[in-house]
């Protein structure tokens, strides 16, 4: 049986510190434990794997601002941690309530340690006992991969493997390829409440080619399933060329978009592009997909791009399709003008949204176009996981060149300038809205927005045009005057894109 959280909780070297849980989790003490490891970067999410304890010695947190607090625990919880232990003390007296909160919502247990103890010997201790437990789980997952491997040489298909390891692991398995379609599928013994699904990648050649998908049980062992499901990818591997031989361009196409997302050194980008269909050299814009169904619209989403564009390329992952497309050289601006029109077409679940990124001069700048993409959509309420935006829902295409002011102004200024400069600038206009519930600053907004078109503006505002001229009259008389033709023009609409941060 895995380590839980629970008998961390029991040991005595952790005990020495006395824990306390300080969020309300359900099951928080059920939760498996794969490795103990402790940090003051608070920039350690990417770095670690999903079920860790992570021990702090709140150092860090002492000093963070509480932005970033929030922001360090939201990352630990989005990583799949198990637990976040906060040492308290005089540098750190108590965790911050805004950082309970913070776990509390996104479902991240939170301990205080509210006596000294030496993390060494906690991780020596508890990790000790996890390493006899991974040897155990090895072995195990070594005799599943040999009894599907024995399955394969008599002919068994991918639904017969998959069976095998079904019935050792006790959870269901499912192989998804890259584009959404189920390969092979097989069911454990029905077993009563909620499950997890935990997801192993299949590479063929090095390449990704399907995902293993695992359905473990909440009482079921859902490291274990893991580990076996990670020795039997080879075995999976081989019963895909089997199958379906990928091709070349295919593989290359998929390991492209890989090395984009995750930011790849230029150098591999120039030999992947071109063995996929791209030219070095020639404009690209990423495209990024935030939806409950990603999986599901690549196909979709292929298609519309192969109309579109001379070439192509597509990854799912989770809750995020990202794709890159090649634009014509002579016309790459309006080609990607007409990419954005031409994506309105892909049929999506309410909730949904897609961001194109500006145009990158060739292969080596696609991770700045799809960072670029990326950060727009965190820049608009509620894509940050595809789970709904704004009212409506539906499709809805961002232009991430729209939003250049706002990511600049996010990356370069902290959010106290920027209140700070929004304030001085129409703090008058912030305060009539506040006070009376009005609209001077949306309204002031979509003026500046549509190039000071009054007309334009009170169509898109559904006012009459009196009305929009009274409006407008008001927001002068509170800003100083009529900004048109002088320098405080330029000053004023900057403040109302930052207020919208």
């Not at 965790?95 to 020596?124: H, N, R, T, W, Y």
């Not at 060329?241 to 361009?249: A, E, F, H, I, V």
Request: charged residues 20%; hydrophobic residues 45%; glycine residues 10%.
């Amino acid at each position: 049986m895995s380590l839980l959280l629970a008998d961390a909780f029991e040991h005595e070297s952790l005990k020495a510190a006395e824990p306390v849980l300080r969020t309300d989790v359900p099951e928080a003490l059920s939760r498996q434990l794969r490795w103990v490891h402790s940090s003051e970067v608070l920039d350690i999410a990417p770095l670690l794997r999903g079920g860790e304890l992570l021990l702090s010695g709140g150092q860090a947190l002492a000093t963070a601002s509480d932005e970033r607090r929030v922001d360090y625990v939201r990352q630990l919880a989005a990583r799949g941690i198990t637990a976040l232990a906060i040492e308290t003390g005089p540098e750190l007296p108590a965790i911050p309530e805004s950082m309970l909160d913070a776990g509390q919502d996104a479902g991240l247990p939170i301990i205080e340690l509210c006596k000294v103890a030496p993390f060494v010997g906690i991780m020596q201790a508890i990790n000790s006992l996890l390493v006899s437990e991974s040897v155990a789980q090895l072995q195990f997952g070594d005799e599943t991969s040999h009894a599907m491997a024995a399955e394969l040489a008599h002919g068994g298909g991918l639904d017969q493997l998959l069976a095998v390891l079904a019935t050792r692991t006790g959870a269901g398995a499912r192989l998804v390829s890259p584009s959404g379609l189920t390969l092979g599928s097989a069911t454990a013994a029905a077993r009563p409440g909620p499950s997890n699904v935990t997801t192993v990648d299949v590479p063929v050649r090095g390449v990704l080619a399907a995902r293993l998908e695992l359905e473990v049980p909440d009482d079921g062992d859902a490291n274990l399933a893991r580990v076996a499901g990670e020795r039997c990818v080879d075995i999976l591997g081989l019963a895909l060329l089997q199958r379906m031989p990928p091709g070349l361009k295919e593989l290359a196409g998929i390991e492209l978009m890989r090395a984009i997302s995750s930011g790849t050194q230029s150098w591999r980008l120039q030999q992947l592009g071109p063995a996929s269909g791209f030219p070095a050299s020639g404009p690209v814009a990423a495209v990024v997909v935030r939806s409950s169904a990603a999986g599901q619209l690549r196909t979709q989403l292929d298609g519309i791009l192969g109309h579109a564009v001379p070439q192509s390329a597509s990854y799912a992952d989770n809750a995020e399709l990202i794709a890159l497309a090649a634009l014509p050289h002579t016309t790459a601006v309006a080609s990607r003008i007409a990419l954005i029109q031409t994506l309105g077409a892909l049929e999506v679940p309410d909730g949904s949204v897609m961001a194109v990124g500006p145009l990158a001069l060739g292969i080596g700048e696609a991770p700045w176009s799809l960072a670029e993409a990326r950060r727009t959509l965190e820049l608009i309420p509620g894509a940050g996981s595809g789970s709904g935006v704004g009212p409506g829902g539906g499709n809805r295409v961002v232009d991430a060149e729209d939003f250049a002011v706002e990511r600049l102004a996010q990356g370069s200024l902290d959010a106290a300038t920027r209140e700070a400069f929004v304030r001085r600038q129409l703090g008058a206009v912030v305060e009539h809205d506040e006070q009376r519930r009005s609209e001077l600053m949306r309204t002031l907004a979509v003026w500046l927005d549509t190039g000071c078109n009054t007309a334009q503006a009170a169509r898109e505002l559904h006012l009459e045009r009196q009305s929009m001229h009274h409006r407008l009259q008001r927001i002068f008389e509170l800003c100083g005057g009529d900004p048109r033709g002088t320098g405080r023009l330029v000053a004023l609409h900057l403040a109302t894109r930052l207020a919208r941060l």
